[in-house]
């Protein structure tokens, strides 16, 4: 019994000491790998590696309102080769190379044929699986590439590796660019609707396992992702492609005339907040281009200067401490107010001026004056009305950077002097970006109602809707009724009698206000070389559809005031709306039904086939009506002539009774757009007969089949 147990014993202590030798032994095969040729195999295993990479989704399109691309994803390709895949035979590369070597060289010029050959054979040579040929292809040249010798044969017979790459392009360059803006999510940088709409546009990446091969590249492991990827959302923006363009080159125009340095104009829809264009462009100092580097509409906050008086003016009609025809004496247009002097550019008549004047004239003197005797015991009464006007607050538009606007109060006994309330009243000692500014100005196109401005109307995927945005009231009411009708009659007085009366040569009705603002130096105060003129306003002054702003910084060539630098800007902007835009035309609509008329009330006549039928009829012509490109039949009492027919090209010409070929060959040779619905003669046209006329307008002409 004794003797079986210790065989027993000896058989567990022989087996214990095996597997602890094993262990030992492994233990020191451990330590010698990891000191000795830990390194070499730890780089082994990185070659063999395997790892899950992204595939970046398509990022979505941003469009114009309607459907144009302002951004874009274009794909660009790296183009690869498997020189050494077995579906290539020795033979094969051998005999092709050179005039595949040949095709690339052609193609990209950056290589010689010989310098491509090389590569190949090289790569060919150490085993190359990923044999780089080309960064920053575009889908006409990969085309050609599949083309060539070896590569013609395929994916995988041919050893083609086609990567591709995304890279963003605005198709129509710097228009609206700073708008548009850009992203770059390594570095958290958002700019624009690009950074505003990132998480729309960026879309959800998909997965792809790759494996890494002897030369440090990686390549898939299976043809497809394992995820696959979901593009991003389009973007449809608020913008008008062709008011953009305007926009840009009347402001582009206006800054090189000007030598000022920068400036922006945006045009917004009164009832809904779109932005229709928007337009910044900035000196490059380098460069001496002008260039769409900084959102100054949305990012500069400034002193409005007399634009500002809107809001001094409302204030006091709302208070009833003033009325329009009030006069008001302001001597020789200058005044003292503690330390300071407040002075207008130009006297009034004999110093006696009504409140409509002041305004219309832009009188820092009166303007000051009135707010001043009203509120100096009660100045939180008057902030209580900007405050009221939402003018403290930004807007909180969907574009990152939006500049603060500033409000003094006073509470703030550190910042508020005894000259802050005059001064104040007329655009200093505030600061407001331009599209604050417009915001109130629009407002009161919009019987009051302030509207959060927009730039994106739908999110849309796959041409579905998939969020719609809605336009946000920001201030139901910025003053009553009342004072509302008030100031649009001033805002229509600038333009017609004030500073900006230049304008009231449009053949669309304006209403605004002019604005010129010193640019305030730190402590050493305003710079006295240097302003912002501004002009901002809305059209049609009767029914108003939109609203717009202009605003030019430093001008240097001599002219500073807003109604000579700012205004023409709007004046152009507000001219091309007008000539495209039909339902602007204040009180030119056609009726529902219209009489039949008489064809031909005035007998006017094309030359040409008054020609043909005088030749096919044997009827000798009249030699002193020949080349005459339009024909007007003459009357008096009994009797009737034939009489070249004058035709006046800056108004609109009656083509009541014409033929719808006549009549569209006239309009678009005096460079009209025709627009035409029914069949048959003219019977409506819209514009009206002696309508001052615009390059390019769209003239609505209705037929009727007598």
């Known amino acids: 019994m004794k003797d079986a147990q210790r065989e027993i014993l000896w058989r567990v202590y022989l087996l214990y000491g095996a597997v602890l030798s094993f262990a030992i032994a492994v233990v020191v095969k451990i330590a010698l790998i990891q000191y000795n040729i830990g390194n070499e195999l730890l780089e082994e295993s990185e070659k063999l590696e395997l790892k899950v990479f992204n595939l970046e989704a398509m990022r979505g399109n941003i469009l114009s309102d309607d459907g144009s691309l302002l951004a874009t994803s274009v794909p660009v390709f790296e183009l690869r080769m498997d020189v050494s895949s077995p579906h290539i035979d020795d033979a094969l590369f051998a005999s092709k190379v050179d005039s595949l070597a040949a095709s690339l060289a052609g193609l990209f010029p950056g290589k010689t044929a010989r310098q491509y050959a090389s590569d190949l054979r090289n790569g060919r040579a150490e085993g190359n699986r990923y044999l780089l040929l080309r960064n920053k292809v575009t889908y006409a040249q990969l085309k050609k590439v599949r083309k060539f010798p070896i590569l013609n044969r395929g994916k995988y017979r041919g050893g083609l590796i086609v990567v591709q790459h995304d890279k963003r392009e605005k198709p129509f360059n710097q228009l609206a660019s700073r708008t548009i803006g850009y992203e770059n999510e390594r570095e958290q940088i958002f700019v624009g609707l690009e950074g505003a709409y990132h998480d729309e546009l960026k879309g959800i990446n998909g997965k792809q396992l790759k494996r890494r091969i002897n030369n440090g590249d990686w390549i898939p492991v299976f043809d497809a992702g394992e995820i696959d990827p979901k593009n991003g959302h389009d973007v449809l923006t608020t913008i008008d492609i062709n008011i953009q363009d305007v926009a840009e080159n009347a402001l582009y125009r206006t800054l090189m005339e000007n030598e000022a340095y920068q400036g922006c104009a945006v045009l917004m829809e009164v009832s809904t907040g779109h932005i229709k264009a928007i337009a910044n462009l900035t000196l490059n100092t380098k460069t001496g281009k002008y260039e769409e580097a900084y959102n100054f509409a949305v990012a500069e906050s400034v002193e409005p200067g007399s634009t500002f008086k809107l809001a001094s003016i409302i204030a006091l009609l709302e208070d009833k401490y003033t009325r329009l025809s009030d006069s008001m004496r302001i001597g020789s247009g200058q005044m003292n107010y503690g330390s300071r002097v407040m002075k207008d550019v130009y006297p009034i008549r004999d110093g006696h001026i009504s409140v409509r004047e002041a305004f219309e004239k832009s009188s820092n003197v009166a303007i000051s004056k009135l707010v001043h005797q009203a509120y100096k015991d009660k100045p939180e009464r008057f902030v209580g009305h900007l405050q009221h006007m939402k003018l403290h607050q930004p807007l909180n538009i969907d574009i990152p950077g939006e500049g603060k606007p500033y409000i003094k109060d006073p509470s703030d006994k550190k910042y508020w002097y005894a000259t802050t309330l005059p001064w104040m009243s007329i655009g200093y000692e505030s600061q407001m970006t331009p599209l604050q500014i417009l915001a109130l100005y629009n407002a009161v196109a919009n019987n009051g109602t302030m509207v959060k401005p927009m730039f994106v109307k739908e999110i849309v995927q796959g041409g579905v809707v998939t969020r719609r945005n809605k336009t946000e009231v920001i201030c139901a009411s910025i003053a009553s009724q009342a004072t509302i009708d008030t100031v649009k009659a001033l805002l229509e007085g600038v333009v017609a009698r004030g500073t900006a009366k230049a304008l ?111 030749r096919e009829s044997g009827v000798p012509t009249l030699s002193y009506l020949a080349d005459k490109e339009w024909i007007i039949k003459e009357t008096e009492e009994d009797r009737a002539w034939l009489a070249p027919a004058r035709i006046n090209d800056t108004l609109m010409p009656d083509m009541m009774g014409m033929g719808l070929r006549d009549a569209v060959y006239l309009l678009e040779s005096m460079g009209m757009r025709p627009v035409v619905s029914g069949k048959g003669l003219v019977a409506g046209q819209l514009p009206l007969a002696g309508d001052t006329m615009v390059k390019g307008q769209v003239v609505e002409l209705k037929l009727v089949d007598l």
């Not at 809305?538 to 005031?561: D, E, H, L, Q, W």
């Not at 507000?574 to 056609?590: E, N, P």
């Open 504 to 614: 009231s040569e449009s053949p669309v009705k304006i209403a605004g206000k002019t604005g010129t603002a010193q640019i305030a130096a730190g402590k050493a105060g305003y710079d006295k070389k240097n302003y912002n003129a501004s002009f901002v306003g809305y059209f049609p002054a009767g029914n108003p559809k939109y609203s717009c702003i202009v605003v030019i910084s430093r001008p240097t060539a001599g002219k500073i005031y807003g109604g000579a630098v700012a205004a023409p800007v709007f004046r152009e902007i507000a001219d091309k709306v007008y000539a495209t835009r039909m339902d602007i035309h204040d009180g030119l609509k056609l009726p529902d039904t219209i009489k039949p008329v008489q064809p031909m009330p005035k007998g006017v006549l094309n030359g040409d086939d008054l020609w043909l039928v005088y």
